[in-house]
């Protein structure tokens, strides 16, 4: 098959990891693929890189930008659309909302005279959500409405995004397919030496018989650090060899070094910055437990990531966190219930048996759900049913 996916900007974040992955694994399997893509631009680092040395070819759409710019995006999408036109794929399949919004609409306007290309959406995350103003999700899921009429089929990331989106009347439920946005899972499953992870915590003046809770997420709104620091706050007193490390970068990074400091927590809580994605698994398995605190998600990589390290999670249960989070494999706790977020911490802390109990069978629960072949194998099986219906 000929085929095409767009993806907004290949920052660093799940969305892109999991389309880079697919890309990969379509072009090893003999696909004719093509990524377009805009400028790699934002403070949470670039997975750009990563294409070159592959078996698929990239397009950059230089004026293709996340932020809504009329201008730019009418260029693009004309841009898109010449692209389309001359490459005459069988499946155009989008990723994110700006690329998601300008690319099926390009690809609709060559399926309407020609018959094809197929049309397929992946939705990573909703751009709609409870914590934002009634009048934005309202003009976020109208533009959902009117692209979900130019899409054949959608790719979910978890149940709960099916459920999500045909709640508000995004597409039918027939339309839709879970495939569990893949990891490169060697690199987790792999145990990395004790002198390695050692060596990590030195860098951070993390002592050796510390207890680490890892936070792996963008400084960011609606990422949930400030619950972990309000927890942080009363935890430190109870558990002195408690450290807890976040990894990643943000608009909010000065914000919160400096509340840490002024609550006299600097000693607890480490910052990392920027981590390239070969350093995770080096981040997770020098940790003890995971603490994911975002407010909205698809479903985030952190938490199968962690597992796949054998270490247990706790996540606040929103969006398609319980599809991996539940009492065999972490704790799944109330969104901003930082009570439930303290109680969550400490019985892991206290308890190091239950924590290798735990992480032992979150590994076991999601070493094939979230394996690259089953998720390249599922979408494959939607292009190739789509075309036989075409």
């Not at 959608?154 to 879970?178: C, L, P, R, S, Y």
């Not at 990589?301 to 319980?322: E, H, K, N, W, Y």
């Not at 802390?349 to 069978?361: A, N, T, V």
Request: net charge positive.
């Amino acid at each position: 098959m000929k085929i095409v996916h767009i993806i907004t900007r290949l920052i660093l974040g799940g969305a892109q990891e999991n389309t880079l992955i697919t890309c990969k694994l379509l072009a090893e399997r003999g696909h004719d693929v093509t990524l377009i893509t805009g400028p790699a631009i934002g403070p949470e680092g670039e997975l750009f890189n990563q294409t070159k040395n592959q078996k698929y070819n990239v397009i950059v759409i230089p004026k293709m930008i996340r932020a809504i710019c009329p201008l730019y995006d009418t260029i693009s999408y004309y841009q898109i659309r010449k692209h389309l036109k001359r490459l005459e794929p069988d499946v155009v399949h989008t990723h994110s909302a700006k690329a998601g919004i300008l690319g099926r609409f390009a690809a609709h306007n060559i399926q309407k005279s020609k018959g094809v290309p197929v049309i397929v959406h992946t939705i990573h995350g909703l751009a709609f959500h409870r914590h934002q103003s009634k009048w934005l999700n309202r003009f976020y899921i109208a533009i959902e409405k009117s692209a979900a009429k130019r899409t054949d089929f959608f790719i979910m990331v978890a149940d709960a995004m099916t459920t999500q989106a045909t709640a508000v009347g995004i597409g039918k439920a027939e339309q839709f397919v879970t495939a569990y946005s893949a990891i490169e899972e060697d690199d987790f499953l792999e145990p990395i030496p004790q002198e390695r992870r050692k060596g990590f915590r030195r860098k951070y003046e993390i002592g050796e018989d510390a207890i680490v809770l890892v936070t792996i997420a963008r400084l960011f709104m609606l990422k949930g650090h400030k619950y972990i620091i309000e927890s942080a706050k009363e935890l430190s007193k109870r558990f002195e060899k408690c450290v807890w490390l976040f990894v990643g970068d943000g608009n909010l990074a000065e914000h919160f070094k400096k509340q840490v400091r002024q609550l006299g927590l600097a000693e607890k809580i480490k910052f990392t910055g920027l981590l390239p994605p070969s350093q995770i698994p080096l981040a997770i398995q020098s940790s003890d437990i995971l603490v994911h605190c975002s407010l909205r998600e698809g479903l985030a990589r952190t938490l199968p990531q962690a597992m796949l390290c054998g270490r247990p999670a706790i996540s606040f249960d929103v969006d398609g966190a319980r599809e991996v989070v539940n009492e065999n494999t972490g704790r799944l706790i109330e969104p901003k219930n930082v009570e439930q977020l303290t109680a969550a911490c400490a019985e892991l802390i206290e308890d190091e048996g239950l924590r290798k109990k735990l992480g032992e069978q979150g590994r076991e629960s999601v070493k094939e759900k979230f394996s690259p072949e089953k998720m390249v194998d599922t979408i494959e099986a939607v292009y190739k049913k789509l075309l036989m219906s075409s």
